[in-house]
């Protein structure tokens, strides 16, 4: 199992040089789309970005169904029962037991390793895409562009962007890749930049693909390793491991939610 080679860290340094032109440079209603992403694509071959991944920027559209999607997420304003319930938390225990026990040397090899049990990675797993059953069906490319053009959040999003360019010039993903409305990649919905710091090619087959259950819950679990997971010390609230959950997401309801289904799926 061996981890993507460009850190997050280096992709944020790819974005450094052209920081100031970004910030100079966004739209809260899309307008001039087409000469941001010259700028983008610019800067971006500077930095050793590839003809493919520029290409794939070029190739992009302004996406107004993430623009949506990012001024509208109000579940993560609900109570935990409400939330638990419109996500359809028991059903993801149920299912997700019946995923442990179908699944139980790849879980139990997989906490081995990483220390991280197979409550929280099927409860995630089940959380983000229900169990790969939707994984979104906007294009990353285009999302994480949009995201990056937009005025909120465009520091945030950048490296991402050059993340997925990378991603593009590798082979990892392409211009039509689909994912979730604000670019996440795969069965547990990882943004382009953490997919390669912590992608991992959990089958052995030379590559690293978030559409792959076995890759994209091996590099979950990765991902809480290298965020500080403690192996054997438990992750309610109060607890060690808790406090890993806020990496994986903000909201202090999904954190809790994990907590509560992982626990009920490991029984």
């Not at 000469?35 to 970005?49: D, F, H, L, P, Y």
């Not at 937009?150 to 689909?178: K, N, Q, Y």
Request: aromatic share 8%; with cysteine.
């Amino acid at each position: 199992m061996k981890p993507v080679l460009m850190t997050l860290a280096v992709v944020a340094g790819l974005s450094m040089a052209g920081g100031a032109a970004v910030a100079a440079s966004c739209s809260d209603s899309g307008n001039g789309y087409d000469g941001w992403k010259a700028e983008i694509a610019a800067e971006a071959a500077a930095q050793g970005v590839g003809a493919k991944g520029i290409a794939a920027l070029m190739g992009t559209s302004y996406s107004r169904e993430t623009i949506a999607a990012d001024r509208n997420q109000k579940s993560f304003k609900y109570s935990l029962e409400k939330f638990m319930q419109l996500r359809g938390a028991d059903t993801i225990i149920k299912q997700g037991r019946g995923h442990k026990a179908k699944n139980a040397a790849f879980f139990a090899a997989v906490e081995r390793q990483y220390g991280v049990p197979a409550g929280v990675l099927i409860a995630i797993h089940g959380m983000e895409t229900a169990f790969g059953g939707f994984m979104g069906n906007t294009r990353i490319v285009a999302a994480i562009s949009t995201l990056t053009y937009d005025c909120r959040r465009s520091d945030f999003f950048h490296p991402h962007m050059m993340a997925a360019l990378i991603l593009v010039d590798r082979g990892s993903i392409s211009a039509e890749t689909v994912g979730a409305k604000h670019g996440e990649w795969g069965h547990t919905q990882f943004l382009p930049g953490n997919a390669l710091k912590y992608g991992v090619d959990g089958d052995g087959n030379g590559r690293v693909d978030l559409n792959n259950r076995v890759d994209a819950l091996t590099s979950t679990a990765n991902f809480l390793r290298q965020k500080g997971w403690q192996p054997g010390q438990g992750y309610q609230k109060g607890q060690p491991n808790y406090a890993v959950l806020k990496d994986w997401n903000a909201a202090s309801v999904y954190q809790e939610a994990i907590s509560i289904m992982g626990a009920r799926i490991d029984g």
